[in-house]
């Protein structure tokens, strides 16, 4: 079989993995557009059984995306926008047969974290895609934890309140913050926030590829703010 030149797997512990994909091939996402994507999944097991054991908190960690209770084999109140079942399946399935070399991400602009939380890879292991990357975004749910101030340097803080927004500024994190827009409730944009550019909301006038605002403190910038936008977009508390 002929290897996958467009995948490989950069890093790994007992438990995870980080595989990079999009190496000689662009995503054909339209909100991120052709960005390098990484996915942070477990080594032991595919991930959507691990999602339904709840066993994904190894790459997830807190977050409160990831919906707390099970219903028939799957996870319910799930806000995540992620489709386990497609990309991060898919890449479980095919690692034995990645060839990439990380060299192909030279002069790309990246998205770490596609699916799993940043936080759960070491710093210089992101330091090397960075140093070959022309620009990334980046979120992490794990910001309040001591360990992890470090990734603030190139990590937005993911939050879901202004609350929270509030305690991860104080940190010193710039911050992704996702509002709610249902029958109960219309969240506003607090003044030092500014609305995601590629979002729906905002008229859709770029892609993150072209935008990277939501890349830590690399840059200087507003917090960002989004509508919730997933399926479940209602659960979110």
């Known amino acids: 079989m002929k290897p996958n030149t467009n995948s490989l797997i950069l890093w790994s512990n007992a438990r995870i993995q980080l595989i990079v994909t999009g190496l000689t091939e662009r995503s054909k996402n339209k909100k991120t557009g052709g960005m390098i994507q990484t996915y942070i999944i477990r080594k032991d097991m595919a991930p959507l059984d691990a999602m339904r054991q709840d066993k994904d908190k190894a790459i997830c960690g807190n977050c409160p995306l990831r919906g707390a209770t099970k219903k028939q084999g799957k996870r319910k109140n799930r806000p995540c926008y992620v489709n386990v079942g497609q990309a991060p399946q898919a890449l479980y399935k095919a690692v034995k047969n990645f060839g990439g070399s990380i060299t192909k991400a030279q002069g790309k602009p990246g998205r770490l974290g596609s699916y799993g939380d940043p936080s759960f890879v070491p710093v210089p292991v992101w330091k090397r895609i960075l140093n070959l990357l022309s620009g990334h975004t980046g979120y992490t749910h794990q910001?309040?934890?001591?360990?992890?101030?470090?990734?603030?340097?190139?990590?937005?803080?993911?939050?879901?309140?202004?609350?929270?927004?509030?305690?991860?500024?104080?940190?010193?994190?710039?911050?992704?913050?996702?509002?709610?827009?249902?029958?109960?409730?219309?969240?506003?944009?607090?003044?030092?926030?500014?609305?995601?550019?590629a979002s729906e909301e905002a008229g859709k006038r770029t892609t993150c590829e072209n935008c990277q605002l939501c890349s830590g403190n690399a840059i200087k910038a507003k917090n960002v703010a989004i509508y919730a936008h997933s399926a479940n977009k209602v659960n979110l508390k």
């Open 143 to 197: 910001w309040a934890r001591p360990t992890t101030q470090a990734y603030s340097a190139f990590l937005m803080a993911s939050v879901e309140s202004v609350d929270a927004k509030k305690q991860a500024n104080a940190l010193g994190w710039r911050t992704f913050r996702v509002m709610r827009q249902d029958q109960w409730a219309k969240e506003s944009l607090q003044p030092d926030e500014v609305l995601c550019p």
